[in-house]
């Protein structure tokens, strides 16, 4: 999975951190990056979340979002 999100990318990018966690029909998953960037015209400040939904073993959608709490809610998960 990393490499179709890092793979498409003019340049490299700098990542401090990649957080996964499962969820019971998807995951959620987060790139923790050191400075702010622009995705789409939105400011993204230091990470970068994506709610993947899962159906028969296959990836179906990766939904992002710039904050956790819309992301978790998301992917069916509460913010611990």
Sequence with gaps: M???FLGRR?????IDAL???GAELGALFAFHRPQSWDVAGVEIRG???HAVEVAD???TSINDYAERTEAL???GLGDD
């Design 73 to 75: 809610a998301a992917a």
């Design 57 to 59: 073993g296959r990836i």
């Design 19 to 21: 957080e996964l966690i």
């Design 47 to 49: 990470s970068m979340y």
């Design 10 to 14: 003019d340049e490299p990018i700098e």
């Design 2 to 4: 990393l490499d179709i």
